[in-house]
């Protein structure tokens, strides 16, 4: 006899972004995913400390700043849409820090954008998505990001 496994309920959905165009694809999906299930949405973006503490030595405008405003615009779209949404920003490596903010959340599934680079683009230059894949303790949904939308150096 067969066992089914049930898969218990999402309540909160975590995207993971960077913020720029290339994870508009995994944007669109988790927004309109919070919204059709009736989900909490958490957006997330990881800044890496190495370039924090550049911009403060170059003098630059502080990236957190920067990328509270931008994870707020997402925010406020994904609201105008009717999903319960806010975002938290993380530092720390991008892959481990999705990992780390999931957990800390508890969140029940991850999305997350791919440019879709070749497996020899993927080993040169490491995969933010593979990492979560292989390590996030919840379901992770992966967008890939359309053909017309990735810039030619990625191809």
């Keep these: 006899m067969e066992t089914l496994t049930v898969m218990p ?5 975590l995207l993971a972004t960077d913020l720029t165009g290339a994870s508009s694809a995994a944007t669109e ?3 309109d995913l919070a919204v059709r299930l009736d989900v909490k949405l958490l957006v997330v ?3 890496e400390p190495a370039k ?3 911009a403060g030595r170059r003098g630059d405008r502080d990236p957190r700043d920067v990328r509270a405003r931008e994870a707020q615009a997402v925010v406020n779209r994904a609201r105008a849409e009717g ?17 780390a903010a999931a957990d800390a959340e508890g969140a029940d ?3 997350v954008g791919t440019h879709g680079r070749s497996t ?3 080993f040169l ?8 894949v292989h390590r996030a303790g919840c379901p992770v949904l992966v967008v890939r990001q359309a053909e017309d939308e990735v810039p030619p150096s990625l191809n």
């Design 83 to 99: 999903a319960d949404a806010r975002f938290l920003l993380w530092e720390g490596e991008p892959g481990d820090g999705i990992v």
């Design 52 to 54: 924090v503490a550049s």
């Design 29 to 31: 999906h988790a927004i």
């Design 45 to 47: 973006t990881v800044l």
């Design 9 to 13: 309920r999402v309540e909160t959905i």
């Design 109 to 111: 599934l991850i999305v």
């Design 125 to 132: 230059l490491g995969s933010v998505s593979d990492h979560v």
């Design 120 to 122: 020899v683009g993927r």
